[in-house]
């Protein structure tokens, strides 16, 4: 049982009947959507998700938005809700990630670097700069001396995935762990020495919720690391 697995799956003063909001960034749908089932099955709240960028999100949040866990895909972001909340809990990093190049999954241009994403006439998406995503392969690409001109910037990670797999652009940049879940692109390694370390930490937005709480411990257990290690993403 769920109750079990985690923390007491008693309700605190805001949370309704047990269910979970749970409001977390694009890049963990597929394995929060996991996550979520498997708390289903053993019992525990249900689990309702909502999936944007990390900025969308914590302003969605700061201006009051109902919700009882946030997971962010950066510290930045989770320090702006943290600031605006009354009584939150601790945040606590539960995932990694890295970059990757995506690319349609014949590789028509020829890809096989972060160098290569500079040349001249080639559709570059990535996430917006305020995103996540974004900050963090600009910090790639500024640590690879590479300049590029985005042929389009994109409020989230996973629509940047959707304009490769739609052949609207020739590359993008998005976390290893899209990029080894999606159908229809290959994947361009970035070397560590100029690829960024993602921290994902997330939080219950009001302490005294017991059902949040628990959600919280039940990704942080060895059941909840394991599906994340599943989806690409790093554990400790």
Known sequence: MFCMMAASCSTGSNNEAGSVTVFAAASLTDVFTALARDVRDAGGPE??????????????????????????????????VIDALVNPGEPTVFARNRLAIVVEAANPEGIERIEDLERPGLLVALAAPEVPAGNYAQLVLDAAN???????????????????????????????????????VAAI??????????????????????????????????AGQQRLADFGFSVS
Do not use: C, W
């Open 47 to 80: 689990i309702t998700l909502s999936f944007a960028g990390s900025s969308t999100l914590a302003t969605q949040l700061v201006e009051g938005a109902p919700a009882d866990v946030f997971a962010s895909a950066d510290n930045a972001q989770m320090d702006r």
């Open 189 to 222: 390694d970035i070397p560590d020495a100029v690829n960024h370390v993602a921290n994902y930490p997330i939080v219950a937005l009001h302490r005294d919720n017991a059902a949040a709480s628990a959600f919280i411990d039940f990704v942080m257990s060895p």
């Open 146 to 184: 590479v300049a590029v001109t985005p042929a389009t910037y994109e409020t989230d990670v996973r629509a940047v995935l959707t304009k490769v797999q739609l052949g609207e652009v020739d590359a993008g940049i998005v976390y290893a762990s899209d990029a080894a879940a999606a159908r229809d």
